[in-house]
């Protein structure tokens, strides 16, 4: 027999009666019963009921084991009597009677159980993960991180994609985030970087002439930590191509990604149909480039009901260039509680509250209530009411102002007024495409022009739109959002030296300094670039979704805490002094 097992934990069942066996595995949990001793054997595969008695030769040694023991049991398979009979294990059917134990590893006093949902502080959870990985909600969830990967190779793969790998020490660059940088032993005084993302390496793997390409990436960048975000590392589905335009790269995640949900979504409906939206009327409509589209809400601009109305904190905001005022529906909302309620919700977001009008039955036919609907009227109150297309027991809300001081918390507010009213289809992946992103910005104080959203992306129209007013000016980029959360990035490179150019001189950079900063992927494109694009998708957060998590550090096997801080391994520390002179380093307190 094996040194250690003959079966796993959730190997037995009623054809194994009778049967010699071994199994090694964790003590789940021990329960005495007055000289029957009950103990759940646990290992990675499953849960073993194994039994002793007086008349079991280990029974002295059981009486002594404790939760998260790690042992060895010999014994003999039994048939549990038929009342006993657990149908929730795929074991429930049996049971082991022991003869004998071998202790393989004892446990001190435990600083969380593995045993039950007790809830303890992520603090405790992150120092002791290997003990809370043994919960098995947490082996749940890396086993799933490993399949849906092996699921998204394959799936690549199948599509004519090879994996080529990108490294890992390289030239610091900027893509949206701070780099974390290495010092050079062998060059003192410079440091490496490791990679934001492998954008320029993808890039250059084009310019080598290797059609397609994937990786599942690791990528590092130094952020303020979110629950749907690490701040450090995280993991994602890298991909490019060339000789390609945006609806190719659609065309050829889309049936990897829903293929994916489909396999780990449990039984929830995925949408095939994703729509394209662009990146203003997501704003517009969902005050977000990430809409929850499982929310059937959809605001809408209501500015000329207000304009000089009775309503004077409104039809005096419109008096001012930019300003909107914009209605989030609200069907089945029409109560005079729950307006105050988002009422409440608007003040807690820092406004100093959100207008409604409800509707309500008044016997003799439909009543418009509210202190907006007594200031501007019946008529316009009506015309609303028929834009919005509400009717008795629904309600509105508005947000007025410059779009980009109130789009967030109108955003907010749809989400918690469909979650609250029972909008939102839980059961359901809904995803939408978001494109058109606007490339440049101006800064409202300076008039400063600079990039809002992708450098590298090609500009929609080439350098004939480049000619004309930046702010009108949208690239080919493209994000994937899905139930509110962003799944992919990517973008149609600017593959032509002279269109790049054009377009951070318009940002205020010179040619001298994008060859300084981005020397590689220019040289590059003097000799014959072409056409290509591609995108990435988050890992991390597509196993959050799928594991029904709403923290991203509950799918990955070792995260940093809120601070960036490894706790179990106590990183970051400081280093020794000798190796910060072997780098020519030397450390300087903080700023007080």
Same mark, same amino acid.
């Given at each position: 027999?094996?040194?250690?097992?003959?079966?796993?934990?959730?190997?037995?069942?009623?054809?194994?009666?009778?049967?010699?066996?071994?199994?090694?595995?964790?003590?789940?949990?021990?329960?005495?019963?007055?000289?029957?001793?009950?103990?759940?054997?646990?290992?990675?595969?499953?849960?073993?009921?194994?039994?002793?008695?007086?008349?079991?030769?280990?029974?002295?040694?059981?009486?002594?084991?404790?939760?998260?023991?790690?042992?060895?049991?010999?014994?003999?398979?039994?048939?549990?009597?038929?009342?006993?009979?657990?149908?929730?294990?795929?074991?429930?059917?049996?049971?082991?009677?022991?003869?004998?134990?071998?202790?393989?590893?004892?446990?001190?006093?435990?600083?969380?159980?593995?045993?039950?949902?007790?809830?303890?502080?992520?603090?405790?959870?992150?120092?002791?993960?290997?003990?809370?990985?043994?919960?098995?909600?947490?082996?749940?969830?890396?086993?799933?991180?490993?399949?849906?990967?092996?699921?998204?190779?394959?799936?690549?793969?199948?599509?004519?994609?090879?994996?080529?790998?990108?490294?890992?020490?390289?030239?610091?660059?900027?893509?949206?985030?701070?780099?974390?940088?290495?010092?050079?032993?062998?060059?003192?005084?410079?440091?490496?970087?490791?990679?934001?993302?492998?954008?320029?390496?993808?890039?250059?793997?084009?310019?080598?002439?290797?059609?397609?390409?994937?990786?599942?990436?690791?990528?590092?960048?130094?952020?303020?930590?979110?629950?749907?975000?690490?701040?450090?590392?995280?993991?994602?589905?890298?991909?490019?191509?060339?000789?390609?335009?945006?609806?190719?790269?659609?065309?050829?995640?889309?049936?990897?990604?829903?293929?994916?949900?489909?396999?780990?979504?449990?039984?929830?409906?995925?949408?095939?149909?994703?729509?394209?939206?662009?990146?203003?009327?997501?704003?517009?409509?969902?005050?977000?480039?990430?809409?929850?589209?499982?929310?059937?809400?959809?605001?809408?601009?209501?500015?000329?009901?207000?304009?000089?109305?009775?309503?004077?904190?409104?039809?005096?905001?419109?008096?001012?260039?930019?300003?909107?005022?914009?209605?989030?529906?609200?069907?089945?909302?029409?109560?005079?509680?729950?307006?105050?309620?988002?009422?409440?919700?608007?003040?807690?977001?820092?406004?100093?509250?959100?207008?409604?009008?409800?509707?309500?039955?008044?016997?003799?036919?439909?009543?418009?209530?509210?202190?907006?609907?007594?200031?501007?009227?019946?008529?316009?109150?009506?015309?609303?009411?028929?834009?919005?297309?509400?009717?008795?027991?629904?309600?509105?809300?508005?947000?007025?102002?410059?779009?980009?001081?109130?789009?967030?918390?109108?955003?907010?507010?749809?989400?918690?007024?469909?979650?609250?009213?029972?909008?939102?289809?839980?059961?359901?992946?809904?995803?939408?495409?978001?494109?058109?992103?606007?490339?440049?910005?101006?800064?409202?104080?300076?008039?400063?022009?600079?990039?809002?959203?992708?450098?590298?992306?090609?500009?929609? +129209?080439?350098? #004939?739109?480049? %000619?004309?007013?930046?702010?009108? !000016?949208?690239?080919? &980029? =493209?994000?994937?959002?899905?139930? *509110?959360?962003?799944?992919?990035?990517?973008?149609?490179?600017?593959?032509?030296?002279?269109?790049?150019?054009?377009?951070?001189?318009?940002?205020?950079? +010179?040619?001298? #300094?994008?060859? %300084?900063?981005?020397?590689?992927? !220019?040289?590059?494109? &003097? =000799?014959?670039?072409?056409?290509? *694009?591609?995108?990435?998708?988050?890992?991390?957060?597509?196993?959050?979704?799928?594991?029904?998590?709403?923290?991203?550090?509950?799918?990955?096997?070792?995260?940093?805490?809120?601070?960036?801080?490894?706790?179990?391994?106590?990183?970051?520390?400081?280093?020794?002094?000798?190796?910060?002179?072997?780098?020519?380093?030397?450390?300087?307190?903080?700023?007080?």
């Amino acid at each position: 027999m094996h040194a250690y097992r003959s079966h796993t934990c959730a190997d037995l069942n009623k054809s194994n009666v009778g049967d010699d066996i071994r199994l090694s595995g964790w003590v789940h949990r021990v329960r005495d019963h007055g000289g029957v001793l009950f103990i759940d054997l646990r290992d990675h595969f499953g849960i073993t009921q194994v039994i002793a008695d007086a008349d079991s030769p280990a029974f002295a040694d059981l009486e002594k084991v404790r939760s998260e023991w790690c042992i060895r049991i010999d014994g003999n398979v039994l048939a549990r009597d038929e009342s006993l009979i657990n149908p929730n294990l795929p074991t429930g059917e049996i049971e082991v009677f022991a003869r004998e134990l071998e202790v393989l590893g004892a446990s001190e006093e435990l600083p969380l159980m593995v045993f039950g949902d007790q809830e303890y502080p992520e603090e405790t959870r992150l120092k002791y993960r290997y003990l809370d990985l043994r919960r098995q909600v947490m082996q749940d969830n890396m086993k799933m991180r490993s399949d849906v990967v092996a699921s998204m190779r394959k799936r690549m793969w199948d599509k004519g994609f090879r994996e080529y790998q990108t490294p890992i020490i390289t030239a610091s660059s900027p893509e949206g985030a701070r780099d974390f940088l290495v010092p050079s032993r062998l060059h003192p005084g410079k440091f490496y970087a490791l990679p934001q993302a492998p954008q320029q390496f993808k890039q250059l793997i084009m310019m080598s002439g290797f059609d397609k390409y994937f990786q599942i990436a690791p990528c590092f960048r130094d952020e303020d930590p979110r629950a749907d975000r690490s701040p450090t590392d995280f993991y994602q589905l890298d991909l490019e191509m060339s000789f390609v335009e945006q609806q190719d790269i659609f065309d050829t995640i889309e049936p990897v990604l829903a293929g994916v949900f489909k396999e780990f979504g449990g039984g929830k409906k995925v949408d095939t149909d994703w729509p394209q939206i662009s990146y203003r009327d997501a704003a517009l409509w969902y005050g977000s480039d990430k809409p929850d589209l499982r929310n059937p809400i959809k605001m809408q601009v209501v500015s000329e009901h207000f304009a000089g109305s009775g309503f004077a904190i409104f039809a005096k905001l419109l008096e001012n260039e930019g300003t909107q005022i914009r209605a989030i529906p609200a069907p089945k909302g029409g109560s005079r509680k729950f307006c105050d309620r988002m009422n409440k919700f608007a003040q807690g977001e820092g406004l100093p509250g959100m207008g409604y009008i409800f509707w309500r039955d008044q016997g003799e036919g439909m009543e418009a209530a509210g202190p907006l609907a007594k200031n501007i009227g019946p008529e316009r109150t009506e015309a609303i009411r028929q834009q919005l297309g509400l009717g008795v027991g629904d309600a509105a809300f508005f947000l007025g102002g410059k779009p980009d001081a109130f789009e967030k918390v109108a955003g907010r507010a749809r989400d918690v007024i469909g979650e609250e009213l029972g909008l939102t289809d839980k059961d359901r992946f809904a995803f939408a495409w978001i494109v058109d992103f606007p490339i440049y910005e101006q800064d409202e104080e300076t008039g400063k022009i600079d990039f809002e959203h992708n450098p590298f992306s090609m500009p929609q +129209g080439g350098m #004939e739109a480049l %000619n004309g007013n930046p702010l009108d !000016v949208l690239g080919y &980029q =493209y994000d994937l959002a899905c139930n *509110g959360y962003e799944l992919v990035s990517g973008a149609i490179r600017n593959h032509r030296p002279e269109i790049m150019f054009k377009a951070f001189e318009i940002a205020g950079y +010179g040619k001298e #300094e994008v060859e %300084n900063r981005f020397g590689a992927l !220019v040289n590059a494109f &003097q =000799y014959g670039a072409p056409p290509h *694009g591609g995108c990435a998708a988050g890992i991390d957060r597509i196993v959050m979704l799928l594991a029904e998590q709403s923290n991203i550090r509950e799918v990955m096997m070792f995260p940093m805490n809120q601070r960036a801080e490894d706790l179990m391994m106590n990183a970051p520390s400081e280093p020794q002094n000798e190796q910060m002179r072997e780098l020519n380093l030397r450390s300087l307190p903080p700023e007080a």
